[in-house]
């Protein structure tokens, strides 16, 4: 039996709830993305909520990271996500967001495939579940909207280009960008829909003034919503730890490697979980459109596909190490990441899904298959749900470890504006997170005199080993106490065995910053060599790490 377009959406809407409930139930137990999340965006907005600079001047600074972290570097107020963590709980504004995201998402990409792609109404159900799996897809979660609500603004963009006069349109656009980023998707996506409204002029169908008014409209709210990013970008003569940002270094053979790498996988800021169920649903499909000659009539599947893959390619030769010439004489290809227009490929990919479902639907005997290969993809997304796969990651309890750290505070006894900290083997975000003033940070805009301070600290260490060496020098967004023992990994639990004994820290550049305490998360053996002390080892069953207090003498 059929069930009706209503029945579906009621289903579809009931199936996110679910997808949603374990962040609602758990809540600081639920566990979450750590990556690009946890150790930096969730303290972000924290840090930011606590610094009383949320409309801080462009010059304005936040005392708590680094000395004087530039207040632009935590991004705009005029953001809807930054006033959630300032209004609610950690984990209520984050469940807010996942709902906003999700729910916002399906919505685009179901009146973007009705009313642009397939609108027989026969076709309800490849709607429908299409634009439920895209919905459940495990994005990043601070991108909110920035990839997840392209298909909204397509859908806008299309009904303007049409002709179409509606608020509703012009709604899309106005609110879209508060509650996304521009550099984070937006600007490629609104490069990909200038190009369009170009190709339209070379087609012979005029200037159409108001798609063209349209796209300039949506720029410019995103140029006043993102004002201190213009500001950083435009006028900021101060260098910053972007401009040792160092892309092209890959050979040949790599890049090749990466191009089919990202077209079969996909990236992990834009997870598109299609490798399994959707690109067999492509392939099949343009099988099915060579052997029965049907180019013309499913044009639009075959060139989303072939513009897939050339954006995967453009991913990937973006790091090829033959642009260095060009970065050398043209800066802005290092401090801007042109590589991101593959943020534009989960839209791609989940419309020639919708497409190459007709497509088989139309052409093959067994038609139910069509029917499970749905269902097969929103299961798939299902096992990508945060909960099931982060299971083996702390909580967001044990992770940022309140108490613990409360007992830390206590235990040092003086206000925590008086001294500076630093972190090894744990992620600075969880001392930020908890209120303490600290020397390291994961920021990718801060002051490049600040980097090269904080070398010295670390500089025999960085001297050890080549691979983080490299890391720092030639991106330094993770400005951490890097160590040649521990390399690239800064998560280590409780249980570990993990020692440090050939540790070679510069303590007197350390306490010229202001540096006087170091939270360990594995012992430091030959702790009197740097001028440590151990004061104390803190641990409580609630977090994940155990913490060796170390004191700079």
């Given at each position: 039996?059929?069930?009706?377009?209503?029945?579906?959406?009621?289903?579809?809407?009931?199936?996110?709830?679910?997808?949603?409930?374990?962040?609602l139930?758990?809540?600081?137990?639920?566990?979450?993305?750590?990556?690009?999340?946890?150790?930096?965006?969730?303290?972000?907005?924290?840090v930011?909520?606590?610094?009383?600079?949320?409309?801080?001047?462009?010059?304005?600074?936040i005392?708590?990271?680094?000395?004087?972290?530039?207040?632009?570097?935590?991004?705009?107020?005029?953001?809807?996500?930054?006033?959630?963590?300032?209004?609610?709980?950690?984990?209520?504004?984050y469940?807010?967001?996942?709902?906003?995201?999700?729910?916002?998402?399906?919505?685009?990409?179901?009146?973007?495939?009705?009313?642009?792609?397939?609108?027989?109404?026969?076709?309800?159900?490849?709607?429908?579940?299409?634009?439920?799996?895209?919905?459940?897809?495990?994005?990043?979660?601070?991108?909110?909207?920035?990839?997840?609500?392209?298909?909204?603004?397509?859908?806008?963009?299309?009904?303007?280009?049409?002709?179409?006069?509606?608020?509703?349109?012009?709604l899309?656009?106005?609110?879209?960008?508060?509650?996304?980023?521009?550099?984070?998707?937006?600007?490629?996506?609104?490069?990909?829909?200038?190009?369009?409204?170009?190709?339209?002029?070379?087609?012979?169908?005029?200037?159409?003034?108001?798609?063209?008014?349209?796209?300039?409209?949506?720029?410019?709210l995103?140029?006043?919503?993102?004002?201190?990013?213009?500001?950083?970008?435009?006028?900021?003569?101060?260098?910053?730890?972007?401009?040792?940002?160092?892309?092209?270094?890959?050979?040949?053979?790599?890049?090749?490697?990466l191009?089919?790498?990202?077209?079969?996988?996909?990236?992990?800021?834009?997870?598109?979980?299609h490798?399994?169920?959707?690109?067999?649903?492509?392939l099949?499909?343009?099988?099915?459109?060579?052997?029965?000659?049907?180019?013309?009539?499913?044009?639009?599947?075959?060139?989303?596909?072939?513009?897939?893959?050339?954006?995967?390619?453009?991913?990937?030769?973006?790091?090829?190490?033959?642009?260095?010439?060009?970065?050398?004489?043209?800066?802005?290809?290092?401090?801007?990441?042109?590589?991101?227009?593959?943020?534009?490929?989960?839209?791609?990919?989940?419309?020639?899904?919708?497409?190459?479902?007709?497509?088989l639907?139309?052409?093959?005997?067994?038609?139910?298959?069509?029917?499970?290969?749905?269902?097969?993809?929103?299961?798939?997304?299902?096992?990508?749900?945060?909960?099931?796969?982060?299971?083996?990651?702390?909580?967001?309890?044990?992770?940022?470890a309140?108490?613990?750290?409360?007992?830390?505070?206590?235990?040092?006894g003086?206000?925590?504006?008086?001294?500076?900290?630093?972190?090894?083997?744990?992620?600075?975000?969880?001392?930020?997170?908890?209120?303490?003033?600290?020397?390291?940070?994961?920021?990718?805009?801060?002051?490049?005199?600040?980097?090269?301070?904080?070398?010295?600290?670390?500089?025999?260490?960085?001297?050890?080993?080549?691979?983080?060496r490299?890391?720092?020098?030639?991106?330094?967004?993770?400005?951490?106490l890097?160590?040649?023992?521990?390399g690239?990994?800064?998560?280590?639990?409780?249980?570990?065995?993990?020692?440090?004994?050939?540790?070679?820290?510069?303590t007197?550049?350390?306490?010229?910053?202001g540096?006087?305490?170091?939270?360990?998360?594995?012992?430091?053996?030959?702790?009197?060599?740097?001028?440590?002390?151990?004061?104390?080892?803190?641990?409580?069953?609630?977090?994940?790490?155990?913490?060796?207090?170390?004191?700079?003498?």
């Amino acid at each position: 039996m059929r069930l009706s377009e209503k029945k579906q959406m009621i289903i579809a809407h009931i199936i996110i709830a679910i997808y949603l409930l374990p962040l609602l139930i758990l809540g600081e137990n639920a566990h979450i993305r750590v990556h690009d999340n946890l150790d930096s965006n969730i303290a972000w907005y924290k840090v930011l909520s606590n610094s009383g600079q949320m409309f801080g001047s462009i010059n304005a600074t936040i005392p708590q990271v680094i000395n004087g972290l530039p207040r632009n570097a935590l991004g705009t107020e005029y953001s809807l996500i930054v006033w959630l963590y300032y209004l609610f709980p950690t984990m209520i504004a984050y469940f807010c967001s996942q709902a906003i995201t999700r729910f916002v998402a399906f919505w685009g990409m179901y009146l973007l495939l009705k009313k642009h792609f397939i609108p027989q109404r026969e076709w309800t159900f490849i709607n429908v579940g299409v634009a439920l799996a895209f919905s459940l897809t495990p994005f990043w979660p601070s991108g909110m909207l920035s990839t997840l609500g392209m298909p909204l603004a397509l859908w806008a963009f299309l009904n303007v280009r049409n002709g179409e006069r509606s608020w509703k349109n012009y709604l899309v656009l106005t609110l879209l960008p508060l509650y996304s980023s521009f550099v984070l998707g937006f600007f490629f996506f609104l490069v990909a829909i200038g190009l369009l409204w170009i190709f339209d002029m070379i087609r012979g169908k005029g200037i159409n003034l108001k798609f063209l008014l349209s796209i300039v409209y949506m720029i410019i709210l995103y140029m006043f919503v993102e004002y201190r990013l213009v500001s950083s970008f435009l006028f900021s003569t101060e260098p910053n730890s972007r401009d040792e940002y160092f892309h092209a270094r890959l050979h040949l053979w790599r890049v090749i490697r990466l191009t089919f790498k990202n077209f079969i996988l996909g990236h992990t800021h834009v997870m598109s979980v299609h490798g399994l169920v959707i690109l067999p649903v492509l392939l099949l499909a343009l099988y099915i459109i060579i052997n029965r000659k049907l180019w013309k009539k499913e044009k639009a599947f075959w060139i989303l596909l072939v513009i897939n893959f050339v954006l995967s390619s453009w991913y990937a030769f973006w790091f090829y190490k033959g642009w260095y010439p060009l970065t050398v004489r043209f800066h802005v290809l290092d401090t801007f990441n042109f590589a991101r227009f593959h943020f534009l490929r989960p839209l791609i990919i989940y419309l020639g899904f919708a497409l190459g479902l007709k497509i088989l639907f139309e052409h093959i005997t067994l038609r139910p298959i069509v029917h499970f290969f749905i269902v097969a993809q929103i299961l798939l997304l299902f096992a990508f749900n945060d909960e099931i796969i982060h299971h083996t990651k702390p909580t967001v309890k044990q992770f940022y470890a309140e108490e613990l750290f409360q007992h830390v505070k206590d235990y040092i006894g003086l206000p925590v504006e008086e001294y500076r900290v630093a972190s090894i083997g744990i992620h600075p975000a969880i001392a930020q997170y908890n209120g303490f003033y600290t020397l390291d940070t994961y920021n990718n805009f801060y002051p490049l005199t600040y980097k090269y301070a904080f070398r010295r600290i670390i500089e025999k260490e960085l001297a050890k080993n080549k691979r983080i060496r490299t890391y720092f020098d030639e991106w330094g967004g993770r400005c951490y106490l890097f160590t040649d023992e521990l390399g690239k990994h800064y998560m280590f639990k409780k249980n570990s065995k993990q020692k440090l004994i050939n540790l070679e820290l510069n303590t007197d550049a350390f306490k010229e910053m202001g540096g006087r305490f170091l939270f360990s998360a594995v012992p430091i053996k030959n702790a009197k060599e740097n001028h440590l002390q151990l004061e104390k080892t803190f641990t409580n069953k609630d977090a994940a790490w155990k913490i060796y207090l170390y004191k700079a003498r």
